[in-house]
């Protein structure tokens, strides 16, 4: 279905969950209030959610959260979803710290692709981060992706100031290595987390003028792609902020409570929590509808979404 702006939304984000293991610091460091289970979408809700969308044109789902292998059930979640016809493609978005040993279990449940969050390749930086004591053995994931021809294989690190933007040649050599992508993510201002923003975010021109050795590959809707001469694999930026990419914006999301987010940068926000299924196209119309032209974040942060980012699923 086209959008007030003749923007073709095809695709549907769907957080299944707003619970996480981790506890990143631009994310959710506090953990969540938790939540009872009631006023989350069952797995029926969340299908028949797919169901309905997929008559108005979306083809495309991505699985996130939170964490989305917290979930209890979510192989058999992500199988019911893949099922619903006209779906033609399911992904997620992970921390990959529960993935391990399990490839193979998500590729039957239907995934074809999976993007893993992973901000540094070093293990005492990972804790940091993402403020645990947990750590993530990526060499021995990457290759059980691999081996399960689960490719491209994308990692996505958000770039922050100080803290691993150092580690870019790090990240062209684990490209090169496996023949991945690594797209790096500006750091966006979402929900209102105790995070000294302004201090982490560097924006793309800054790091491109730092390694010259990337060279522009591609471009596609959300990302920018380099590469350097000699080396497999890509490093891609994703600039949401700096170079926004509203005018290709082809996305809603539906948040694990039951709210259909037409943009990820304010609050409108679209109950759909027990509601019948006639009603529910209705509303997936009016979310469509419902899309700015662009995110207002250049001009003010007053509208920044209230919801932090392990409850929209970014
Ligand atoms: N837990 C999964 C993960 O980390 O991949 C899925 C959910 S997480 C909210 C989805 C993506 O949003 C991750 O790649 C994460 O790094 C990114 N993210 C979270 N907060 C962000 C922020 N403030 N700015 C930019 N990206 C953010
Ligand atoms: Fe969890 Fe992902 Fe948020 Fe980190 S970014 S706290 S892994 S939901």
Redesign the pocket.
Known sequence: MLDSFKREIDYLRI?VTDR?N?R?L???PDGIDKRPHDEILRDEEIVKVVKESVKIGIKKIRI??????VRKGIYELIRKIHDVEGVKEIT?????TLLLGNVKKLKNAGISRV???L?TLDDEKFQFISNTDLTLDYHKLIKELIENEMSPIKI???LLRGFNDNEIPKFIELADKYNLIVRL???????H?N?D?DKYYISKDKVLKTYKELIFHRKDSISEYYHVEGKKGLIGF?N?ISHKFCSSCNRIRLTADGHLKPCLHNNNEIMIKDIDETQLLDKLKEAIKAKPISHTLDESRDNISDR???K???
């Not at 996130?64 to 292998?69: I, N, R």
């Not at 997620?92 to 990959?96: C, G, V």
């Not at 993510?185 to 929900?191: A, D, S, T």
């Open positions: 957080s996480c981790l990143c631009y994310c959710m996130t959260g939170g964490e989305p292998l997620i978005t992970t921390n990959a993007n893993f969050s901000d996505n690190a958000v993510i500006e750091l966006m201002p979402v929900g987390l995070f923003y994703i949401p932090p980012m392990n929209i699923g970014g």
